[in-house]
């Protein structure tokens, strides 16, 4: 059987310069640009990533917590983590919200009146 050569010194490939430039990227890599764009995203990322795999909330880093054979078992229990992980999420966004919203309601005129005493009455012992 004899080998094939594919690449060799001999012959060089030129391209265009438009070859390729739907491809190209607006920004450089690692430019300071670059890092101010995607710095916020990326710690999103990696913090949902932290949140999944943390022992208290998901546990994805944990194998004991899927405990199943197949590539399609551990892809549903994957997916079932990160789907409770994003419902949580979404839970305690929307309390924090409700919370600031109660806080910052006005009291009702009622409560404000300083000449209403309010009584506890207790009922009659029998």
């Known amino acids: ?7 060799t010194k ?3 490939i030129t391209f265009e310069v438009t ?4 491809y190209a990227q607006k920004l450089i890599y690692g430019s300071r ?16 990533n932290g949140y999944v795999k943390g022992s208290d909330h998901g546990a ?6 899927r405990r199943a054979a197949g590539l399609t078992n551990q892809f549903l229990f994957t997916t079932l983590i990160l789907a409770a992980s994003n419902i949580r999420k979404i ?11 109660l806080r910052s309601r006005k009291p009702r005129r009622r409560d404000c009146r300083s000449d209403v005493i309010a009584i506890k009455e207790t009922p009659p012992s029998t």
Do not use: Q
């Open 91 to 101: 839970m305690s966004f929307i309390r924090t919200k409700v919370d600031a919203t």
């Open 19 to 22: 070859a390729g430039a739907k």
């Open 1 to 7: 059987m004899k080998a094939t050569v594919i690449c």
């Open 10 to 12: 001999t012959n060089s």
């Open 60 to 65: 994805l880093g944990d194998p004991g917590r």
């Open 33 to 48: 640009e670059s890092r101010k764009l995607y710095a916020s995203a990326r710690n999103t990322i990696e913090g949902f």
